[in-house]
Every structure is written in structure tokens, then in C-alpha cells.
């Protein structure tokens, strides 16, 4: 849910030129790919920055897209011990 929202959201700024917003978005396409085939590797987690840039770029100006940020990777972090 929270991935299909922060896409959502990413697609506001396709049109503006900013670095962070571009990679965002290729974290958040990197982190599908990963999890739609399993488990992400350490690897995999260390290369996921999004709740980072997303406190420190977007807390003020868009509170509930950074929150969803910070969630997706947390999410992501902890996939392996999800209770699916």
C-alpha cells in the first residue's frame, strides 16, 4: 500500500528537475524488483537510502509522503522477519 502511494506521489515530480526526487523513485522501483523475488540481501538493504533523504528533504514541505518513506524502508530492512 504504502509503495503504490509513494509512487503516487513520485509522479508528481516527474517533471521537475531534482536529483532526490529521481532517486527516490529508483530506490523505491529497486526495492520492488527486489522483494518481488524474494528476500532482500544485506547487500540490497545497505543500497536503500529513502527514509534518509525523505526526513531530510521532505519532512517539512510533505510530512505524510516522507512518513511513508520511513516506512517503506523499514519495511524493507525488516522483510526477512515480516510474519507473512
Known amino acids: 500500500m504504502y509503495y503504490a502511494k ?14 532526490v526526487m529521481r532517486s527516490i523513485k529508483r530506490q523505491l ?3 520492488k524488483n527486489i522483494v518481488e523475488r524474494g528476500s ?9 537510502t529513502v527514509g534518509l533523504l525523505a526526513i531530510r528533504n521532505l519532512d517539512d514541505s510533505s510530512p505524510e ?8 524502508e523499514g519495511g524493507f530492512r525488516h522483510w526477512s522477519s515480516m510474519p507473512w
Do not use: G, H, Q
Open 29 to 31: 522501483e529497486f526495492m
Open 40 to 48: 532482500p540481501s544485506p547487500e540490497d538493504v545497505s543500497r536503500i
Open 6 to 19: 509513494a509512487m503516487a506521489e513520485t509522479a508528481k515530480y516527474d517533471n521537475v528537475d531534482w536529483d
Open 65 to 72: 509522503f516522507a512518513s511513508w518513506l520511513v516506512e517503506l
